[in-house]
């Protein structure tokens, strides 16, 4: 008898993975992308965080900022910062109060989710968020930072209705001083958000 290298009958085929293989590794890959996709959607994420004036909880008027993270946001304007909202913090992320240009460290927060800090009588005049790899002990800087003041300011007008305006650089005190006057007519004048 030949041997089947010289046998003419002998019919050489090549290895073929088991299908079952294959398809365990498309599985990996598909879910590698995904992960992926997940992880840089929530790196590029906006988050908006509220300076309250309410001493207690995160709700009633309040001044804000909107960005991507690593911005310090203040100071806000007298009578707000005694309760801070961060919303839809991003998994591994945290939001941060200040009393003086982000620098004079009062608390922190961790995502995800949406988190809440009462103040209780304490204020933070300065906010900020950002992206950490896990929770890192928060110090005090040596150096102040530039800071965005907020840039948005919600309220109930006199008859009750909710209303979003912009808050232009250096308007902040103003429009503070208009909504504690209850100048329900020049916080109309604002532009809406």
């Avoid at 909880?57 to 961060?86: I, K, L, R, T």
């Amino acid at each position: 008898m030949l041997p089947s290298s010289q046998n003419p009958i002998a019919i050489s085929h090549p290895k073929q993975q088991p299908s079952h293989t294959m398809h365990f590794t498309s599985l990996i890959s598909a879910l590698f992308l995904t992960l992926v996709a997940l992880t840089s959607g929530s790196v590029a994420q906006t988050v908006t965080y509220r300076g309250y004036s309410s001493t207690v909880q995160c709700s009633g008027s309040n001044f804000f900022c909107s960005d991507g993270g690593g911005v310090c946001c203040g100071p806000m304007p007298a009578g707000f910062g005694f309760s801070a909202g961060f919303e839809n913090l991003p998994n591994g992320s945290q939001g941060q109060g200040y009393t003086d240009n982000c620098r004079s460290f009062l608390f922190a927060v961790f995502g995800s989710g949406t988190r809440c800090w009462n103040g209780g009588g304490a204020r933070a005049n300065f906010l900020n968020w950002f992206h950490s790899a896990g929770r890192i002990q928060a110090r005090d800087a040596t150096e102040a930072k530039e800071c965005t003041a907020p840039n948005g300011f919600s309220y109930k007008d006199g008859a009750g209705a909710e209303r979003v305006i912009k808050v232009a650089a250096g308007e902040g005190e103003v429009i503070a001083e208009h909504f504690k006057s209850q100048n329900w007519t020049a916080l109309a004048a604002y532009e809406s958000a």
